[in-house]
């Protein structure tokens, strides 16, 4: 049985899942990236070998770092293979609860009650999550930002039940890879999405209005207050379709007009205009 945090999995192979195993790769930790996908698991290992590649050419990383990064870790399509005696589970499947629920319920069935079960989750209760697993203590919220590599923030999200020791092991965990984390109650949104998904929806409101340009409305938070990036920027670096998803389980959540995803969004998101991810957002990639 695990008892030190030395081994974790990762389940989804998606842009955050593959950010998550570089950043803890990176830290000396093994890590299982799982995805039923072969494809994924082979795009997630180009993008990881790709970024961390960068960091040696900037002068971030040795080569025998990288190399021992990528040495770390195991793709696998098998989840079985994928939670052998991890000491933390984090899960960075889309942002579905039904789906979330149950891969942290499959999740919970095949490891010791000691494995920390984080959801990176950027919007959905906690409580909601923790339904139907027999070891709610065990679930906190684990919300990093994207890019992972280069983003310095983890939401750390704590829920009625989640136990003093899941939330200490998870904040060094954190703090082991480089990271600032906050820890927040358990709430619709937490801190970072209920703030940053407003000011995204409001600079899309002005896209539709015509008011500026996305260059200039972005130009205008990162000079008249200092953002390192626009709002419409980053909402093509988040994905169109993840800010969609996020500002409709707020305003169901909340309420609120300032969660009311606007038209043009909609209208992207149908196009498949996603962002970076795509080629094509409120920017061209």
């Not at 990881?48 to 793709?75: F, M, P, S």
């Not at 906190?140 to 750390?156: D, T």
């Not at 970072?192 to 209005?209: H, K, N, T």
Request: glycine share 8%.
């Amino acid at each position: 049985m695990t008892k030190t945090l030395e081994k974790i999995a990762v389940l989804g192979a998606g842009s955050m899942g593959q950010g998550i195993a570089h950043v803890a790769a990176l830290a000396g930790y093994g890590v299982a990236l799982f995805d039923l996908d072969s494809e994924a698991l082979d795009r997630a290992q180009q993008r990881i070998t790709k970024n961390l590649n960068g960091g040696v050419e900037r002068g971030k990383i040795d080569i025998e770092k990288r190399d021992q990064a990528l040495n770390n870790i195991v793709l696998t399509s098998d989840l079985e293979i994928a939670l052998i005696q991890p000491g933390m589970v984090i899960e960075a499947v889309p942002e579905d609860l039904d789906l979330k629920r149950s891969v942290l319920q499959r999740a919970e069935s095949l490891v010791e009650p000691p494995t920390i079960l984080a959801s990176n989750t950027s919007s959905l209760p906690l409580t909601k999550l923790a339904e139907g697993l027999k070891r709610p203590e065990q679930l906190i919220g684990a919300h990093f930002f994207n890019p992972v590599h280069i983003m310095k923030l983890v939401e750390v999200v704590i829920h009625p039940q989640t136990s003093i020791l899941c939330k200490e092991r998870t904040l060094a965990f954190s703090r082991r890879l480089g990271k600032e984390p906050i820890v927040v109650k358990d709430s619709p949104g937490f801190a970072s999405s209920r703030l940053g998904v407003v000011l995204g929806l409001e600079a899309i409101r002005m896209v539709e209005e015509e008011v500026a340009s996305p260059e200039d409305i972005d130009k205008a938070m990162e000079l008249g207050y200092r953002h390192p990036m626009g709002p419409l920027r980053l909402t093509d670096l988040v994905g169109l379709d993840v800010r969609l998803s996020i500002a409709e389980v707020l305003h169901k959540e909340l309420g609120g007009e300032q969660y009311q995803p606007p038209k043009l969004l909609r209208e992207k998101v149908a196009a498949g205009d996603l962002g970076q991810k795509s080629g094509k957002g409120f920017y061209s990639w």
